[in-house]
């Protein structure tokens, strides 16, 4: 099985920029389907951005054109660059991965469609 640690989060002020790491320890990342999610106060946890190991990706309308993930398979990291951040973004940030396939990308979306989770890391954005 793969363990995932997120870093990088922290206290920012609108319009700044973060990136978030997620770091893959057990398994390479090369092999999941893998995901940034984010859980507001008093929110259920969202869906970000997904990403196949193909590489076909989906964002969440919320974050396309500022949010963008990336990964170093070297380094067996997946990352989150955070960008023109708003203090609706203010959230815990967790990563995930899946070893399972599934047809359709909505499903990568999907809280169930993950085994693995990180610990989550808080993101706070100011106004």
């Known amino acids: 099985q793969v363990q995932l640690v997120e870093s990088g989060g922290g206290l920012v002020q609108a319009g700044d920029s973060l990136r978030l790491s997620c770091t893959a320890s057990?398994?390479?990342?090369?092999?999941?389907?893998m995901g940034w999610f984010r859980q507001a106060p008093g929110k259920e946890r969202e869906s970000v951005v997904v990403q196949t190991t193909g590489g076909t990706t989906e964002y969440a309308d919320f974050v396309k054109g500022r949010f963008t993930i990336s990964r170093d398979n070297a380094k067996n990291t997946m990352y989150l660059q955070m960008n023109s951040l708003k203090p609706e973004d203010t959230a815990v940030y967790y990563c995930?991965?899946?070893?399972?396939?599934?047809?359709?990308?909505?499903?990568?979306?999907?809280?169930?469609?993950?085994?693995?989770w990180g610990q989550g890391i808080q993101v706070t954005v100011s106004s």
């Open positions: 057990g398994r390479e990342i090369r092999n999941y389907g």
């Open positions: 995930a991965a899946t070893l399972r396939y599934y047809s359709d990308i909505n499903d990568y979306a999907q809280n169930w469609a993950y085994d693995y």
